[in-house]
């Protein structure tokens, strides 16, 4: 395990990434486990990370990319005891501390000691060997495929706990999913359809709308054509829905608000059209609403999101390339282009 290995690095801000040699993570110790990336999906904070974007920490250059992935154990320490070489498996890309309070109680990504997020701040897992504590390792089920799994932590895990920890969705409601596209668009698409929810859905291209019909939407609008908050309260009876999903940003937000009923609940994990919008404060308290901030995914969000994709609720993938193609699909992905999830396989 001396020789170098291959590594999609980002040198410069600003810069797109590129191939190149790195040394090898090297043999596992302890509670180590060694992992053979096999397959890395395309999200925005790959975008945001490299354009430097690091969120209230400094993020350091070189780094190596790519923020979600799944790959097979090569190796373990003697003190591994969950995953065993040749295993299927996810790494979280938090490191997380494991010993704080909100880890103790299962919520690794409220954890008061994290070192960082992977492809972010620290390397990421688009290169051929990783090096991870194994509470960072969630193994995969039996028949979900690596170009799947490589979906669950940022993408499926995510929508899990907006959905289900957050925003409490439950059968019967009606939920406006943002973006219905994108990867999380996607997910939350037929996460909700999958518990019995009506799903009403904006996309930003006609090619789009049959699209995100034929995954369960019920109702799909092409906000560049019509404001989606006036055709949401007409759907609704001028009531407005239960929940928003909410991860665009400034260009949504007002409208996301006048979509919900009293007494709605929207839950947010991003901020991809700006991060600062205007709020009424007044339609917050006269309408009662609930705004919730949504951040990542514990460790059992990973595991309920790996038995939903092993019953059959699984990624929709737009594309899979070659790990070369990377910084081409992310401009794929700035452009909004992509309808579901890109995946690079790592050979």
Same mark, same amino acid.
């Given at each position: 395990?001396?020789?170098?290995?291959?590594?999609?690095?980002?040198?410069?801000?600003?810069?797109?990434?590129?191939?190149?040699?790195?040394?090898?993570?090297?043999?596992?110790?302890?509670?180590?486990?060694?992992?053979?990336?096999?397959?890395?999906?395309?999200?925005?904070?790959?975008?945001?990370?490299?354009?430097?974007?690091?969120?209230?920490?400094?993020?350091?250059?070189?780094?190596?990319?790519?923020?979600?992935?799944?790959?097979?154990?090569?190796?373990?320490?003697?003190?591994?005891?969950?995953?065993?070489?040749?295993?299927?498996?996810?790494?979280?890309?938090?490191?997380?501390?494991?010993?704080?309070?909100?880890?103790?109680?299962?919520?690794?990504?409220?954890?008061?000691?994290?070192?960082?997020?992977?492809?972010?701040?620290?390397?990421?897992?688009?290169?051929?060997?990783?090096?991870?504590?194994?509470?960072?390792?969630?193994?995969?089920?039996?028949?979900?495929?690596?170009?799947?799994?490589?979906?669950?932590?940022?993408?499926?895990?995510?929508?899990?706990?907006?959905?289900?920890?957050?925003?409490? &969705?439950?059968?019967?409601? @009606?939920? !406006?999913?943002?973006?219905?596209? *994108?990867? $999380?668009?996607? +997910?939350?698409?037929?996460? %909700?359809?999958?518990?019995?929810?009506?799903?009403?859905?904006?996309?930003?291209?006609?090619?789009?709308?049959?699209?995100?019909?034929?995954?369960?939407?019920?109702?799909?609008?092409?906000?560049?054509?019509?404001?989606?908050?006036?055709?949401?309260?007409?759907?609704?009876?001028?009531?407005?829905?239960?929940?928003?999903?909410?991860?665009?940003?400034?260009?949504?937000?007002?409208?996301?608000?006048?979509?919900?009923?009293?007494?709605?609940?929207?839950?947010?994990?991003?901020?991809?059209?700006?991060?600062?919008?205007?709020?009424?404060?007044?339609?917050?308290?006269?309408?009662?609403?609930?705004?919730?901030?949504?951040?990542?995914?514990?460790?059992?969000?990973?595991?309920?999101? &790996?038995?939903?994709?092993? @019953?059959? !609720?699984?990624?929709?993938?737009? *594309?899979? $390339?070659?790990? +070369?193609?990377?910084?081409? %699909?992310?401009?794929?992905?700035?452009?909004?282009?992509?309808?579901?999830?890109?995946?690079?396989?790592?050979?």
């Amino acid at each position: 395990m001396t020789d170098p290995m291959l590594a999609l690095r980002l040198e410069k801000e600003g810069q797109p990434s590129r191939l190149m040699e790195v040394p090898h993570p090297g043999a596992p110790a302890g509670d180590e486990v060694l992992v053979r990336m096999r397959a890395v999906s395309l999200n925005h904070i790959d975008l945001f990370g490299q354009r430097g974007m690091a969120f209230a920490q400094r993020q350091a250059f070189p780094l190596t990319a790519g923020v979600e992935a799944a790959g097979e154990v090569e190796a373990v320490g003697p003190d591994v005891r969950t995953v065993r070489p040749g295993q299927a498996v996810v790494v979280h890309p938090a490191l997380f501390c494991g010993d704080c309070r909100w880890c103790n109680r299962g919520r690794e990504n409220l954890c008061e000691n994290v070192g960082g997020i992977a492809g972010f701040h620290v390397d990421g897992f688009a290169c051929h060997y990783v090096k991870a504590a194994e509470r960072r390792v969630v193994p995969v089920p039996e028949g979900v495929s690596l170009r799947d799994a490589a979906c669950t932590t940022v993408t499926f895990g995510t929508v899990q706990h907006m959905l289900f920890d957050n925003a409490k &969705l439950e059968p019967g409601e @009606t939920i !406006l999913v943002q973006a219905g596209g *994108s990867g $999380i668009g996607t +997910t939350a698409i037929k996460m %909700a359809k999958a518990i019995g929810a009506t799903v009403i859905t904006t996309v930003g291209s006609d090619d789009k709308v049959e699209k995100a019909k034929a995954i369960g939407a019920d109702h799909v609008i092409n906000y560049r054509e019509e404001r989606f908050e006036t055709r949401v309260r007409r759907l609704t009876g001028k009531k407005g829905v239960q929940v928003v999903f909410e991860h665009v940003g400034a260009d949504t937000w007002a409208g996301s608000l006048l979509a919900l009923e009293r007494g709605g609940r929207l839950v947010t994990c991003g901020s991809t059209s700006g991060i600062n919008a205007n709020t009424n404060l007044y339609q917050v308290f006269q309408q009662q609403l609930t705004i919730i901030g949504s951040f990542g995914s514990s460790l059992r969000n990973l595991r309920e999101a &790996l038995d939903k994709m092993a @019953t059959g !609720l699984t990624p929709v993938i737009d *594309s899979e $390339i070659d790990l +070369t193609e990377f910084g081409l %699909a992310l401009e794929r992905l700035q452009s909004r282009q992509v309808f579901g999830k890109i995946v690079a396989t790592i050979s």
